[in-house]
């Protein structure tokens, strides 16, 4: 089944492991940053594999990268909003550290288990993106983190079906949908905010698209009728 174009790749980002320093209020300060946070643009189509995209890296590989987050897609919808916060007027795509800037496409329209075909390749939504410090140590705002939490809106992480090249301008299609209704923003609030319902914890950790990480964290979570 081939359904017809959600969205448009807008821009497309790599980036190597660099070392920064620590923000003033960042409790670990003491040790220098090692990220790959800041992410260069790609000129021309860049091969994604199973891991990802060409040249780009993972600092922390314990929390980042491998198979179920080897493509980080993001909204270029949200970036309006960012710029009208204080600290955050630079912002832009490539903000949040993702591969994928796209237009058209929101937490509230994505759904976990989403096949894309994107360009050369195709993608599978594996889960939210579960946001880190690390978004508020790239742009030295503390604050920054609660407030992505509080809006959810911190992208999708897509595993790789199908291995091929991407390139600004591509086409973002849904191909399949196994878990209609089961968005990435319903996903974020199932397990950021109370109370939960029964039902919708034991719906969420049964979606096979889903990824491990995420089944397994809400299974343990409590719930609330």
Same mark, same amino acid.
């Given at each position: 089944?081939?359904?017809?174009?959600?969205?448009?790749?807008?821009?497309?980002r790599a &980036?190597?492991?660099?070392?920064?320093?620590?923000?003033?209020?960042?409790?670990? *300060?003491?040790?220098?940053?090692?990220?790959?946070?800041? !992410?260069?643009?790609?000129? #021309?189509?860049?091969?994604?594999?199973?891991? &990802?995209?060409?040249?780009?890296?993972?600092?922390? !590989?314990?929390?980042?990268? &491998?198979?179920?987050?080897?493509?980080?897609?993001?909204?270029? /919808?949200?970036?309006?909003?960012?710029?009208?916060?204080? #600290?955050?007027? $630079?912002? #832009?795509?490539? #903000?949040?550290?993702?591969?994928?800037?796209?237009? $058209?496409? %929101?937490?509230?329209?994505?759904?976990?288990?989403?096949?894309? =075909?994107?360009?050369?390749?195709?993608?599978?939504? =594996?889960?939210?993106?579960?946001?880190? %410090?690390? @978004? =508020?140590?790239?742009?030295?705002?503390?604050?920054?983190? !609660?407030?992505?939490?509080?809006?959810?809106?911190? &992208?999708?992480?897509? *595993?790789?079906?199908?291995?091929?090249? %991407?390139?600004?301008?591509?086409?973002?299609?849904?191909?399949?949908?196994?878990?209609?209704?089961?968005? %990435?923003?319903r996903l974020l609030a199932?397990?950021?905010?109370?109370?939960?319902?029964?039902?919708?914890?034991?719906?969420?950790?049964?979606?096979?698209?889903? /990824?491990?990480?995420?089944?397994? !964290? @809400?299974? =343990?979570?409590? /719930?609330?009728?």
């Amino acid at each position: 089944m081939s359904l017809d174009a959600q969205g448009t790749v807008v821009s497309v980002r790599a &980036g190597r492991v660099q070392r920064h320093a620590r923000p003033a209020w960042d409790e670990v *300060r003491s040790r220098p940053w090692d990220t790959a946070f800041w !992410k260069d643009e790609v000129v #021309g189509p860049v091969r994604v594999g199973r891991l &990802g995209l060409e040249g780009d890296e993972q600092a922390d !590989k314990r929390h980042h990268g &491998g198979p179920e987050m080897a493509v980080l897609m993001y909204a270029e /919808a949200h970036y309006a909003m960012w710029r009208t916060l204080e #600290g955050l007027s $630079g912002m #832009g795509p490539g #903000g949040f550290g993702e591969n994928f800037t796209v237009a $058209g496409l %929101v937490e509230t329209s994505v759904c976990v288990g989403d096949v894309l =075909s994107v360009g050369g390749a195709r993608l599978q939504v =594996s889960s939210p993106r579960g946001p880190c %410090v690390d @978004i =508020s140590r790239r742009w030295d705002t503390e604050w920054l983190l !609660k407030r992505v939490l509080a809006e959810r809106r911190p &992208g999708w992480y897509l *595993r790789v079906l199908e291995e091929g090249p %991407v390139a600004v301008g591509d086409a973002v299609r849904l191909v399949e949908r196994p878990h209609p209704g089961w968005t %990435v923003d319903r996903l974020l609030a199932i397990r950021y905010v109370t109370p939960r319902l029964v039902a919708d914890l034991d719906g969420a950790a049964a979606l096979t698209a889903l /990824a491990v990480e995420w089944r397994t !964290k @809400i299974a =343990s979570l409590p /719930a609330q009728d």
